[in-house]
């Protein structure tokens, strides 16, 4: 899901620092992306981004490595540095002036898809036929990729099961040698989606009162 909507431009931005007043600001920008860092991968919302930082919001607490980067759904990075932080919204320098359009064009090199988090969990898959360890490489709102030694029919019905997520039914989509495509049969909204990755890489960033919904 790409969550974005159109944008403006503000002459003068305030809101990322002295550093980047004078700077223009593209306000509303309102796209989903990541910050990858030693915690893991986290999702985020961009709101604005200049020439020389960027302002966004996460769905919990921000990580805290100081060596942190940007990447948007197609894959580029963009290192930053933290300016301000106050509950979940941050404002960020990039480490070298960038090319503001190029970001909020996000160009596609290969066919456009969700965002996806490298989440490689340990996870128990259940079917018909009986329980097999494998453990997930990729994970999106719709879906997952995951690794495992049983074998199983494109098109089977499966659930599967992971320590800080709900149990999640699933189809195969595709098969290539031990690697699986699954999509869920009920998806993830953006926030859920967001709690979940930060429950199982770091759950101190996430509230102790959120609690998980499980999928119907």
Known sequence: MQFTTGTGMQDN?????????????????????????GQGEFVCVIRDVSATGVSLRT???????EAIALELQNGESYELELVRSEGFEA????????????????????????????????????????????????MSQQGARIECESIFAVGQRLTISC???????CTVRWRRDANY???????????EFALAAARVQCPALVEEDEVWPRIP
């Open 181 to 191: 495509g699954l999509v869920f049969e009920d998806t993830f909204t953006l926030r």
């Open 59 to 65: 769905f919990h607490r921000l990580p805290t490595d």
């Open 13 to 37: 931005g305030s809101t990322n620092g002295e550093e980047q007043r004078g700077a223009p600001r593209y306000t509303s920008l309102i796209r989903a992306a990541k910050l990858v860092c």
């Open 163 to 169: 320590e800080g997520l709900p149990d999640i039914r």
């Open 91 to 138: 404002s960020y320098r990039f480490e070298a002036p960038i090319e503001a359009e190029r970001l909020i064009r996000e160009n596609w090199k290969f066919p456009k898809r969700g965002l996806r988090l490298n989440l490689m969990m340990p996870l128990t898959v259940a079917s018909l036929s009986g329980r097999a360890e494998a453990i997930t490489l990729n």
